[in-house]
């Protein structure tokens, strides 16, 4: 992939999260907090595939889009511990919710979440900010 559709790439996941945890935000609202969680989880997961993107890398899955988010970006320090605080939460709510369709996601938790995910949507936007800065020598 050519660096602008690289940078086009990330830029659309980093909307796309943003809107998401807007949504989330709308769901909670309606106290729809399985609805929130999901959006929450999806905009975690979008914000680090535009992250990954900057490097070439296009997981096919959630399992991949971790996997190797954590071994570039999380094992070497580049991510807070917030960060790495919240998507450890966030996907053992998510293993629990797929593995059992009884689980439910308090509102509490929901509110977290959501919260935390906007902060992670953040996080992601500005690294990569940062580390095109550094490219280009900005």
């Not at 980093?14 to 807007?22: C, E, N, P, Q, R």
């Not at 629990?96 to 929901?110: C, E, L, R, T, W």
């Amino acid at each position: 992939m050519l660096e602008h559709e690289r940078d086009s790439f990330s830029n659309e996941c980093i909307t796309k999260a943003t809107k998401l945890v807007s949504e989330a935000k709308k769901y909670l609202k309606e106290n729809k907090t399985r609805d929130a969680f999901l959006c929450d989880y999806n905009a975690i997961y979008t914000s680090m595939r535009a992250v990954l993107a900057i490097d070439d890398i296009f997981p096919e899955d959630d399992y991949g889009t971790e996997k190797y988010f954590r071994s570039r970006y999380i094992e070497n320090g580049m991510m807070s511990d917030e960060f790495v605080t919240t998507l450890d939460k966030i996907t053992e709510y998510y293993d629990y919710m797929i593995s059992d369709d009884g689980f439910k996601v308090g509102k509490p938790d929901a509110g977290y979440f959501t919260s935390k995910a906007g902060f992670l949507v953040i996080e992601c936007s500005d690294y990569i900010v940062q580390r095109n800065a550094l490219l280009w020598g900005q």
